[in-house]
């Protein structure tokens, strides 16, 4: 027989487990849900720090923060954008890159980003930027492609104003150009070294000393120079200001070499250095040495002739006497030059000697006449021949005077100066 009441007790208890189940799946579902929206606030809450701080970023990066769609429209930028292309904000939001950028069309920036991504040394020179005024500048760019859930993209890019280090960079190398050009059309040899390296040389250089390239390359700045040279040539490359002074090579070959060095510190592709010009004074030295030699012999003989020699100048002040004059007068050969030619004359000559100098002349450069000379208290007669010696304009230089004493002669009655004898 069917048990109606326990089937309904049944019934019951099946119910009261459904409502249980029923009450913990609302239960769960409502802390999943609260849980859901717990995170998705903290979500949005961290994506709002992130938004916040990522302006606050921007507005205080010196560097240009500019971002861009898919077709190169500026779509967000930071003040320093606006700073650095001298633009507001409306004039920049929804305008094409080319905008700001030294180009006459609208940007492709997959090309854009491929250039930027594999920059080539001459980017720089390639692609500038222009401002408001119309001004162009060298301008650095990093980018960076943003990809979003629907595979939609922008780019991110900042770009920072380079002017100046590129036009540094190019006065560089303009000085370098400029230093291979003087260096391979000059006759002097010309390298650049730092304390420790030879940097650059021109071929003369290399001539000179005897060395090929690749020596040169591994030698040291003071190699170069003689034992005899080094101690005065490592003083003065520490001079900060420009140095010219004489040394001796050692070439390759084992040869000394004098030559004459300029040298001067310098800035070789932003570190200190220093430039040195040589030039080969060898066959000056040779002439020097023979000039001098001459000099010794030509002293000797006129310090050694019984005639009195002596040299003045336009303004009759000697520069010259040989021994000979100075022991006539009585006088130290050092204290002679100096003194005016009238200190040895009778006062009463002085003007025909002024009417007398009048008459040499570049076709009549030599005269004679006779002058009284004062030797101690005593007066004496002198044949002077004066020869004026011009440069090769014809402008008189000075005079020479080859002299002799005639007072004998005059004291004998030979007062014709026609008939003095000549010597």
Not at 33 to 40: C, G, K, P, R, V
Not at 80 to 108: C, P, R, T, V
Not at 113 to 131: A, C, D, S, T
Not at 223 to 246: A, M, Q, R, V
Request: charged share 30%; proline share 2%; glycine share 4%.
């Amino acid at each position: 027989m069917f048990n109606f009441f326990k089937y309904t007790k049944k019934n019951e208890t099946i119910d009261n487990k459904s409502k249980v189940v029923q009450q913990n799946f609302l239960s769960t579902t409502t802390d999943i849900i609260e849980l859901s929206q717990d995170i998705i606030y903290s979500l949005k809450n961290k994506i709002n720090d992130y938004v916040n701080q990522i302006n606050s970023i921007s507005e205080i990066l010196s560097d240009a923060l500019i971002l861009v769609d898919d077709v190169g429209c500026i779509k967000n930028l930071n003040n320093s954008a606006l700073l650095l292309f001298g633009y507001f904000e409306k004039d920049l939001i929804d305008y094409n890159l080319s905008k700001i950028f030294d180009i006459q069309k609208n940007i492709n920036m997959d090309e854009l980003y491929l250039m930027v991504r594999k920059p080539n040394k001459h980017q720089y020179e390639n692609f500038r930027g222009v401002k408001s005024s119309g001004e162009k500048i060298f301008i650095d760019i990093s980018a960076n492609k943003i990809i979003k859930i629907d595979k939609s993209y922008y780019y991110v890019m900042i770009i920072r104003d380079v002017t100046l280090r590129v036009k540094n960079d190019q006065k560089i190398i303009e000085s370098e150009q400029r230093f291979r050009s003087f260096g391979e059309t000059s006759s002097d040899g010309m390298l650049i070294h730092s304390s420790e390296k030879i940097l650059d040389w021109n071929p003369k250089f290399s001539e000179i000393i005897g060395y090929n390239n690749n020596e040169i390359s591994s030698m040291r700045p003071e190699d170069f120079i003689h034992p005899i040279g080094k101690e005065l040539y490592l003083k003065l490359d520490n001079s900060t200001i420009l140095e010219h002074y004489e040394t001796i090579l050692l070439c390759k070959n084992g040869d000394m070499l004098d030559v004459s060095i300029n040298s001067k510190p310098v800035l070789w592709k932003g570190k200190d250095a220093r430039i040195k010009v040589l030039r080969d004074i060898s066959n000056y030295k040779e002439t020097e040495k023979k000039l001098r030699s001459s000099k010794e012999k030509y002293k000797t003989i006129i310090d050694n002739t019984i005639d009195l020699v002596c040299c003045f100048s336009v303004d009759l002040y000697i520069t010259f006497s040989n021994q000979t004059f100075c022991e006539y007068f009585g006088i130290d050969v050092h204290n002679c030059v100096g003194r005016s030619i009238f200190d040895f004359m009778v006062p009463d000559d002085h003007p025909d000697l002024l009417t007398n100098l009048k008459e040499i002349s570049i076709t009549t450069p030599v005269i004679r006449h006779l002058y009284r000379v004062k030797v101690g208290n005593e007066y004496r007669w002198q044949d002077w021949i004066d020869r004026g010696i011009f440069d090769n304009s014809g402008k008189l230089l000075e005079y020479q005077t080859v002299s002799r004493d005639v007072t004998h002669y005059i004291n004998m009655g030979k007062n014709n100066k026609e008939n003095i004898i000549e010597f």
